[in-house]
Structures are given as C-alpha cells and as structure tokens.
C-alpha cells in the first residue's frame, strides 16, 4: 500500500480542529530594522557569506540575548539574504519560543503534536522508493492560506557526519528564468495541497489535527520587505497550475523541478553541530534535509515557525534581482559622478 492513498482509515478519520482562517499579520519586523544593521552586525565576531546568493553565517552572536533592535535587524537580513546561520548558541527551548513569537503568530504543523514547535529528527530509508518524499524539495506548509515567513531550526544533537540541510534561493531561481519564462509565470498560479501528507499521516498511524486544504498561490510572489520576485514553487505540495490544462501543467511542474535540482549555483549545504541554528525565510528559500547513512538517533532538532502574508504579486512595485542590481550599479555610478567620489556614497542592495 502505498502510504499517500485513500484508504478505510483516512476516510473514517475526523481532524479535531477546524481549518485555519486567513488573517493580516501584523507589520513585518524587517521594516523596522536600520537598513545597515549597525547594532546587530557589530555584536558579531564575525560575518561570513556562505554563498554568493544565498546564506550568511554570524559568529559570536547569542540569539538568546539579542536586544530588539537587533532582533528587528535579524529579520531584515534573514529577508536579504535567505537564510542566516548561528553556531554553539545557548538558546533554550522557551527562549527559541520567546524569539519566535517576537516575529508573529505561531505557524502549527497539522501533525504538530507539541503545540508550539516541531520535533525534527533523523531520517533513514530508500529514498528512491515510490511514494517517498523526506528528502524532497519543500517550503513548510505553503497549503496556507497564510504560510510561514520566518522560521527556525535549533539543532539540539546531531551527527558527526550526515544529516545535513541544503536551502535554495527561489529569489535567484526567478532571476535565472529566461526573460519570456518570467513573464509567462507571472501570470499563473499554483495549487499547493497537503492532501498526501494528511493521508500518509494517516496511513501511518498519525492524527492530524486539520483536514487537509488546497490554496491557489502565485507562482511568482513579491517579498514584502525587499519587494524582490521570487519562485513560489514547492514540489512536495504543488499539485498543478491552476490556469493551465493536464499536460501544460505536468510539463511546466516537470520544467520547474529540474530548475530547482540544477541550481548548485544558488545554494548552500549546512553541516550540523549541536546548538547550531538556522534562521530562513520560508517565503523565499526551498529546502531539504539530506537523510541517510548516519545513525539517525544522534539527529534531533526543534522547529518554530510564525504565519506570514498570503502570497502575493505586485507586478507594478517589484522588481528582479538582476534588475535591483542594475539599478543600484547605476545609482552608485550617478553619486560617484554627481559628488565627485571614487565610491563611497553608500547604497544598499538586499540582495
């Protein structure tokens, strides 16, 4: 049997909860943070980009004893670079529920048995097998009607080797989309479902708290805070794409897949040591746990998430990443001309 299928026990299961109910979360922090992140970057001991896209370390800095301003300058830079990583941090339990809900309402997994946060643990199997999908590509729970934005992953053991998590910049993954292919999927939407994952809780022997939901999302959004376009693609809960019939649709689900398993060049692998942290933006990063070859006892991790925006596309007011970078290239060429500088006029540029 096949563990995402219709089966006696999926169909005389009855969630206990009703479905979510779309909302408007409060204002982003990122908006509040000093756009040079001053206070937070200076309480570093160091700051490493990891890849050119995606992903930048913070050494020295203790999550537990951020001040909000620096809690403010966090998010801003997990929003410009995708996902930012912190070491041998002391964060306890409570205090990774105290952070997380500075940034919002908690985000509940439908099979989430502690009610504020998920147990991630180590992973094994053939995952190749049919039907198998731990080690897939996926952005948490998209079949929201408010899906996560902020999200973090604290490490509490892990292995010597194995067990590590790859992220992906979907930012990077509009801006590497042919001019025609950018335009063409602005204008469609996804179907994001948790129907597979409902019955193979299920199947499992799990009790989901909520009946599984399906909710058409743009297939390009818009980020909020930086107000870059972004892939909005998620190949665990994309079921189709909405304007378009069967085969368009398998065709371009199938495009898209590949365009995620090709982009070396937009990720980055994270080794995982106890009390390491990873702080991402779930709006705009795909991500997958590599399972396998390790003892997958040595591997346990707690997850927090908070509710974002629904997705959206604003086709007038964002802009691509190519596009923000021509336009700051400019804007720092006009001062240098304008002031009569070799460069240091400063400009930002969330990329």
């Not at 948790?194 to 799990?206: C, H, K, L, Q, V």
């Not at 995620?260 to 080794?271: E, G, M």
């Not at 460069?343 to 930002?348: P, R, Y």
Request: aromatic share 8%.
């Amino acid at each position: 049997m096949v563990a995402n299928s219709v089966t006696p026990a999926v169909l005389a299961y009855k969630p206990p909860h009703p479905p979510h109910e779309e909302f408007t979360p409060a204002r982003d922090r990122a908006f509040f943070a000093d756009p040079e992140k001053k206070s937070l970057l200076a309480e570093a001991t160091a700051v490493e980009e990891l890849t050119p896209y995606i992903g930048t370390e913070l050494k020295g800095v203790q999550l537990g004893s951020l001040t909000d301003a620096q809690k403010d300058e966090l998010a801003l830079l997990v929003a410009e670079r995708s996902v930012v990583f912190f070491r041998d941090q002391d964060l306890t339990l409570e205090q990774q529920h105290e952070l997380a809900s500075y940034y919002g309402i908690q985000d509940r997994d439908p099979n989430q048995q502690d009610p504020r946060h998920v147990t991630i643990i180590g992973r094994d199997g053939n995952i190749r097998a049919h039907g198998n999908y731990i080690s897939e590509y996926h952005g948490d729970h998209t079949f929201e009607l408010n899906p996560p934005s902020y999200t973090m992953l604290r490490m509490i053991k892990a292995p010597p080797s194995g067990g590590d998590t790859i992220f992906t910049s979907q930012t990077a993954l509009y801006d590497k989309l042919s001019p025609t292919f950018q335009k063409t999927f602005e204008s469609l939407h996804a179907v994001h479902s948790s129907d597979r994952a409902y019955m193979a809780s299920i199947n499992g022997g799990g009790t989901p708290h909520r009946a599984p939901i399906a909710t058409a999302h743009p297939l390009i959004r818009t980020h909020p805070v930086t107000l870059l376009k972004s892939l909005n693609y998620n190949p665990t809960f994309v079921e189709k794409i909405q304007e378009l019939n069967m085969q368009e649709s398998n065709h371009i689900l199938a495009f898209l897949r590949e365009h995620l398993l090709q982009a070396d060049d937009l990720r980055v692998r994270w080794k995982w040591t106890p009390g390491a942290v990873a702080f991402w933006d779930n709006r705009i990063v795909a991500h997958k746990a590599i399972p396998g070859g390790y003892d997958t006892t040595l591997r346990q991790g707690t997850r927090t998430a908070v509710h974002g925006e629904r997705p959206f596309f604003d086709a007038e007011r964002s802009e691509s990443l190519s596009d923000r970078k021509t336009k700051v290239e400019k804007e720092v060429l006009n001062g240098e001309k304008k002031n009569g500088t070799n460069g240091h006029s400063e400009f930002v540029l969330n990329n």
